[in-house]
């Protein structure tokens, strides 16, 4: 038997390190192959993770097996450094759409067991629209870096930067909520 969360994680791992797979595998691979496996991974994710039950999963899920399907029949290694592009827009529109009814990171929050408060509430609104803001910013950022800058600059900033620069903005969020939840006195 195998154990579906050390395989999910395996696979989100791999996926994080996409663009060095395209840089190195690029050297020994075709396009079409290093889409094949962007597909399996993406495939075997989504069942595993039973986001078959997610309707922006399965939208998230159709437009990475079309963009594959493409990438397969222009056998195109140019088209292979648009994933990032296609991710960062992707998580955009989940935390943008998201303002239309509960923002995504209330969503987590109720997930953890708060129940934010009116102040609260505003807070993560706020942070659910800054974050869809950094998503769009660093997809324009990867789509420049895809259609005009080397690969080795590609897989800088797509491998390297980026995640920086989200994960920076995470751990300064974290901090500075600290001290909006002292300074307003709530949980959330």
């Known amino acids: ?12 791992a791999i996926l994080i390190i996409y663009p060095i797979i395209v ?19 993406t495939a ?29 029949y222009f056998n195109s290694s140019h088209l292979l450094n648009y994933y990032p592009v296609l991710m960062s827009l992707g998580m955009a529109l989940l935390f943008g759409l998201s303002l239309y009814n509960m923002p995504l990171i209330e969503r987590f929050a109720r997930m953890a067991g ?3 408060s009116e102040q609260g509430k505003k807070y993560m609104r706020g942070l659910t629209q800054i974050w869809c803001g950094l998503l769009l910013a660093n997809m324009c950022v990867a789509a420049y870096t895809a259609c005009c800058m ?15 620069i989200l994960l920076s903005f995470a751990g300064i969020e974290i901090i500075y909520r600290g001290f909006y939840q002292r300074k307003h006195k709530e949980i959330s």
């Open 44 to 72: 075997i994710k989504f069942v595993l993770g039973k986001k078959y039950k997610q309707k922006g999963q399965i939208v998230l899920f159709v437009v990475v097996t079309l963009y594959c399907l493409l990438i397969a």
């Open 1 to 12: 038997m195998f154990n579906k969360k050390l395989i999910s994680i395996l696979i989100a």
């Open 23 to 41: 840089y190195m595998g690029l050297k020994s691979y075709a396009p079409s192959a290093l889409a094949a496996l962007l597909f399996t991974l």
């Open 114 to 116: 708060e129940d934010p």
């Open 150 to 164: 080397s690969a080795e600059a590609w897989v800088l900033y797509n491998g390297l930067i980026s995640y920086a």
